[in-house]
């Protein structure tokens, strides 16, 4: 059975129950979400063929430290950097390390910095130099598959409807859906209820209520969904080592729909990628 109680009450610990938060929580949750989309566009126009995920991890530290926020990664269960950086075939949660960029890589860059106790969650693809078609085509699945999933959001529906908008465009773009990370609760705590999956049918999962805060981060590939985790016990992979893309962004449920605490100030929400059309 699902619980909702008021996040002002609740204990600062997952418990299994939905928090919903207040307006003047709303509140906090921008500011902390637009120091991290400043940090993403900033970073379109570092991410270039030579450069480390290392020299990005220390942008993304000093720009957290510039601007009165704490990368949410860094120490997080023994994580020793403050991005995910994650290359090619990497699903999520690649480290940071000394190996530069190549052209034609594509890179998911998911930051997280705390601000006044407040998690602001994202990532976003970047194309490095000139990509091939392939790439670039499910870079613009992928965002499509998260502005659906962001569209169904409002109260009354289930969870399982973001689910369900999302898996039923990548398979219609022949592409899959990983089913084995997912979106969920933020805010006061890093990771929380409820869990956002990307895939499902729009009868199942939690009902959505107002004042809910959670992540949608559909992780999208070009083969086959089944991923592995490798001896580092963080950077999950695709098995068949196909093309890997992801979108991430944080969300408040609103009285008649929700709001996009992480959209880009400066427009660059798909940083490489042709302007939408319309």
Known sequence: MVTYVDAATAPLKNTGAIRLYSQEDFAGMRKACQVTARCLDELAAIVKPGITTDAIDRFVFEFGMDNGALPATLNYRGYTKSVCTSINHVVCHGIPNDKPLREGDIVNIDVTYVVDGWHGDSSRMYPVGEIKRAAERLLEVT????MRGIAVVRPGVRTGA????????????????????CGHGVGKLFHDSPNILHYGRSNEGPELREGMIFTIEPMINLGRPHVKVLADGWTAVTRDRSLTAQYEHAVGVTATGCEIFTLSPGGLDRPGLPPLKG
């Open 143 to 146: 965002y499509e598959c998260l």
């Open 162 to 181: 973001i689910g369900e908008a999302i898996q039923t465009y990548a398979e219609a773009e022949r592409c899959t859906v990983v089913r084995d990370f």
